[in-house]
């Protein structure tokens, strides 16, 4: 559990944030995680401003495969598990 800001969410653990990662990379273009990765270059907080759109996309792809985390988990953890799964895709693109 996390307490800040007078929220109280849970944090997945290593393996569920593992698991949600692969999520990503199994469904989520190679191309796309790709492109989030150039952008990110250009401006570091390139995903953050978009929470409303991808940030969105990606908490609902997670609720559709099965994880159950609340709301304000998902607000907390979907940018980082994103960037775990643009990071391992770049680091593995030929």
Known sequence: MWQGGGKTYLIPSE???A???QCII??????????????I??????LTLHHFGIGIEIRNL????????D????????EPITLAAIRTISENAP
């Open 26 to 39: 199994e469904n989520v273009s190679q191309v796309t995680l790709l492109q989030f990765y150039i952008e």
């Open 41 to 46: 270059l250009k401006d570091p907080e390139w």
């Open 62 to 69: 997670l609720c559709f495969n099965g994880f159950s985390w």
């Open 15 to 17: 393996e569920e944030q």
């Open 71 to 78: 709301d304000i988990t998902l607000d907390h953890e979907w």
């Open 19 to 21: 698991r949600a990662v």
